[in-house]
């Protein structure tokens, strides 16, 4: 009977050391899995502080671009409107020209024959130097 209980004890002893040692084990691998979780948690708040800087560069990026391009775009308004004004200067010219040569080179047959509307419009003036007078200003003002 002793060697029953003496085995009995043995038994219990080796399921208890069986179980310390899974108990052990089982810690163990919950450090290690609690250790991989915050190196992946550190990992990807490096990428999303890596992701923000470029964010904000590629803001920084368009912001320069949308501000180069507002520039552009009102100097081709104001160079469409300096293009439209010599159209008509032009025109106004050559209607000058194409008058004085209808009357055999001219001027004072031209002035002469010449309607009043035609003299009162400011684009058909005999100064060749006048200044275009567009801006940027003159386009917005709707």
Same mark, same amino acid.
């Given at each position: 009977?002793? %060697?029953?209980?003496?085995?009995? %004890? $043995?038994? #219990? ?7 310390? *040692? +899974? ?12 250790? +991989? $979780?915050? *190196? ?7 990428? !999303?502080?890596?992701? *923000? #800087? #470029?964010?904000? $560069?590629?803001? =920084? %990026?368009?912001? !320069?671009? =949308?501000?180069?391009? &507002?520039?552009? #775009? ?14 008509? +200067? ?11 040569? &209808?009357?055999?080179?001219?001027? @004072? ?5 010449? /309607? @009043? =509307?035609?003299?009162?419009? /400011? ?7 006048? /200044? ?11």
């Amino acid at each position: 009977m002793a %060697s029953s209980t003496g085995n009995s %004890s $043995k038994s #219990e002893d080796l399921v208890n050391e069986r179980k310390r *040692k +899974r108990m052990e084990s089982n810690r163990e691998s919950a450090r290690r899995s609690r250790l +991989r $979780k915050q *190196k992946h948690l550190d990992d990807l708040m490096g990428q !999303v502080e890596q992701l *923000k #800087e #470029e964010n904000s $560069k590629i803001l =920084t %990026s368009i912001n !320069v671009t =949308t501000q180069n391009y &507002a520039t552009v #775009e009102a100097h081709n308004s104001v160079l469409r409107a300096q293009m439209m004004e010599l159209n008509q +200067r032009l025109h106004s010219l050559n209607d000058i020209v194409n008058n004085i040569n &209808a009357n055999n080179g001219t001027f @004072e047959d031209f002035h002469m024959n010449c /309607p @009043e =509307t035609f003299m009162n419009n /400011p684009w058909n003036l005999m100064c060749l130097n006048q /200044p275009i007078m567009a801006s940027a200003d003159m386009l917005y003002q709707y």
